[in-house]
């Protein structure tokens, strides 16, 4: 494959997941001038190892480098790296947050509240371990599926089921605990 051709087919498959790959490295690292370091790292290599992808969705494969990326960056820099938590919370009190987003707002007053809500969501998501993170945005935000979180996440799909429940019982805890706060 020429330099033209491979450049052209990055463009097309990679590039238009810039977004994501950002969103998903803010999510992670909760700082705004380290995710744009975790997406550069990981689109530079992205390209240099294009060559190794041979699939049409391309997303899962970049997600899976931003991930490795801001583990090794974090490895490099002494950062520990901690675990999900247990937590026994109802799966329906884990999604209240996101339903109540759900709504378009029609009011002024409705759409202070439900930015306040994102906020609240947005902040109790950043006080959650990483794995916690990573496994609620692939899911919640990117909207990606369970075998697709499997492949970023190099585990079994019943690990993802697993650690998506423990992560939805711990944000619902941590926004109940918010709350409580307030």
């Not at 799966?91 to 759900?102: M, R, T, V, W």
């Not at 707002?105 to 998501?125: I, N």
């Amino acid at each position: 494959m020429t330099d033209t051709a491979r450049a052209q087919r990055f463009a097309a498959l990679a590039l238009p997941h810039l977004d994501a790959a950002y969103g998903f490295a803010r999510r992670l690292t909760r700082n705004d001038s380290e995710a744009q370091d975790v997406a550069q790292e990981a689109f530079l290599r992205a390209w240099r190892y294009f060559e190794t992808f041979h699939g049409q969705d391309a997303r899962p494969w970049l997600l899976t480098i931003v991930r490795n990326t801001f583990m090794s960056l974090r490895r490099a820099r002494g950062a520990p790296m901690a675990g999900l938590e247990d937590a026994d919370v109802a799966l329906d009190e884990a999604l209240a947050g996101a339903q109540a987003l759900a709504a378009p707002p029609v009011t002024p007053e409705k759409a202070l509240l439900a930015a306040d809500t994102k906020r609240s969501v947005m902040a109790a998501l950043d006080a959650l371990p990483v794995a916690a993170r990573e496994v609620l945005v692939l899911r919640e935000i990117e909207e990606l599926s369970y075998k697709h979180i499997a492949t970023v996440l190099d585990v079994p799909i019943g690990t993802v089921m697993s650690r998506l429940a423990r992560a939805r019982a711990a944000l619902a805890a941590e926004i109940r605990r918010r709350a409580g706060d307030d």
